[in-house]
């Protein structure tokens, strides 16, 4: 089966590494892919957001599986694009509808989807221009922190926390009068502070069953001791040591059925992941946001825990028949590390040649690359998160140890990683 890939992150990697492995995949083509990639199929340089290049190469290539990585193109309408053309209708296609896509491109469409199907979630209301007036009188009077969340995609900046009730006035002026985030930012959802333990749950979902995939935890700030501005995600660690039974099974119960459900019943076509981003209050799962794609760098430990076949799960997702699918997942612990450039999540330079690549890497341990590129036959520095290191073990404490040891025979200039990953489980 000819399948193409689209993205070019760390998630990426893991995922052409996962496709690579089944049978099914012949060709595998990944657009535009890193340095990484190229060693599991083909790059090939497509711009992702340019919907008609997509479609030619599907065409030219006789693609029977499209999968996206990243959101943007779905929250854009790539799906709806491919199913509007005869030639690429037929294609087995990973990744939501543009309708689905909202439950990741819009917080105002979730927060109400998650009150119209009673999912658990913070309060909250929403502001624009028309009822600005009203927004300064409702931060006011709301209690301390106040949580900010531009309504559209912001590159990951658009959530603003805010300690003190002129701080929170000040951001909405920002969002809303100034445009911070663009259009993203015309409507902003204004929500309680939930106070508890974060994690990630995925599920892969056919739009009416759904495959429950390894939960994960991230690691976002820069700095050890989860100090620090914000990152895309500097580690991870799967599974999560406080996801036991009884809490999944809630989280299930409460928010994963409900939610598909909810697809179901307003008729969102919806074949592709899910990610749940959690946050634990006194042992109750709430939602803190949906996206319509695998986190990154979760996918680096979910999907070396999978064991099913990806070819086989994609094909079962597309002819609606998850409900046959057996999930099964290696019991060891994964963990990954994220190596990211001097200057990262701010300005970073690129282009460092990257040495310590053809070590010999120890059976449980795999590299996967982010931000690389192919220069005169050299790998080079291409973004601020670099690459990482999975690996794994009985205990969090051995498998970070493992990474670290890995890490250690890599350098770049400014190469800098957190060598604390799942600190609170050790
Ligand atoms: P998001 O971009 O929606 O993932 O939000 C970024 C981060 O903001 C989340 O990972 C949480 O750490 C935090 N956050 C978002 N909403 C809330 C909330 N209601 N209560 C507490 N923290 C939140
Ligand atoms: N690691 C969080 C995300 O992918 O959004």
């Known amino acids: 089966m000819q399948i193409l890939l689209l993205g070019s992150g760390g998630r990426e990697h893991a995922l052409a590494w996962k496709l690579n492995q089944s049978v099914w995949a012949n060709p595998l083509y990944i657009a535009p892919g890193n340095a990484g990639t190229s060693q599991c199929g083909i790059n090939v340089e497509l711009d992702i957001s340019n919907f008609e290049e997509i479609g030619k190469f599907c065409k030219e290539k ?6 996206v990585g990243p959101e943007e193109p779905l929250v854009k309408g790539l799906s709806d694009y491919f199913k509007a053309d005869p030639e690429l209708e037929k294609i ?24 119209r199907h009673n999912i658990p979630t913070a309060g909250y209301k929403e502001f624009t221009i028309d009822n600005y007036e009203e927004g300064i009188k409702y931060l006011n009077e ?20 805010c300690q003190n009730h002129l701080e929170a006035i000040a951001e909405f002026e920002l969002m809303i009068q100034q445009s911070k985030f663009g259009d993203a930012s015309k409507k ?17 979902t056919d739009g009416k069953n759904y495959a429950l995939l390894p939960e ?68 109750e799962p709430f939602v803190i946001e949906y996206n319509c794609r695998l ?21 079962s997702a597309c002819n609606q028949e998850l409900d046959t699918v057996k999930i099964n997942v290696d019991a060891r612990t994964a963990i990954t590390i994220v190596a ?10 690129k282009d460092f040649v990257i040495e310590g690549l053809g070590i010999e890497v120890p059976n449980d341990s795999l590299i ?56 609170e489980f050790l």
């Open 142 to 161: 709301h209690s301390l922190p106040i949580v900010l969340k531009a309504d559209g995609l912001a590159a990951g900046k658009g959530v603003v926390i």
């Open 216 to 283: 994960a935890k991230d690691y976002k700030r820069i700095n050890e001791g989860d100090k620090g501005p914000n990152t895309g995600g500097m580690g991870a660690v799967s599974p999560v040591p406080f996801a036991h039974g009884p809490f999944m099974k809630k989280v299930e119960e409460k928010i994963i059925r409900p939610t598909i459900a909810g697809l179901l019943q307003e008729q969102i076509d919806y074949k592709g992941f899910i990610f749940f981003g959690l946050i634990k209050v006194n042992d």
């Open 62 to 67: 006789k693609i029977e599986m499209l999968v």
């Open 188 to 204: 902003v959802v204004v929500e309680a502070f939930l106070e508890g333990i974060e994690m990630s749950v995925f599920v892969l």
């Open 368 to 423: 996967f690359h982010a931000g690389t590129v192919m220069k005169d036959e050299k790998v080079v520095t291409n973004g601020g998160r670099v690459l990482c290191v999975t690996s794994f073990a009985e205990t969090v404490y051995e498998a970070v140890d493992k990474s670290r040891d890995v890490l250690e025979q890599i350098y770049y200039d400014g190469i800098y990683y957190r060598r604390d990953i799942g600190y």
């Open 340 to 349: 990211v450039s001097r200057g990262y999540p701010a300005a970073y330079e």
């Open 295 to 315: 986190g990154d760098p979760e996918t680096e430990v979910i999907i070396p825990r999978l064991e099913n076949d990806l070819v086989g799960l994609f094909v």
């Open 92 to 115: 087995f296609f990973i990744g939501p509808s543009k309708a689905g896509a909202r439950l990741e491109g819009s917080k105002s469409f979730a927060k109400a989807f998650m009150q």
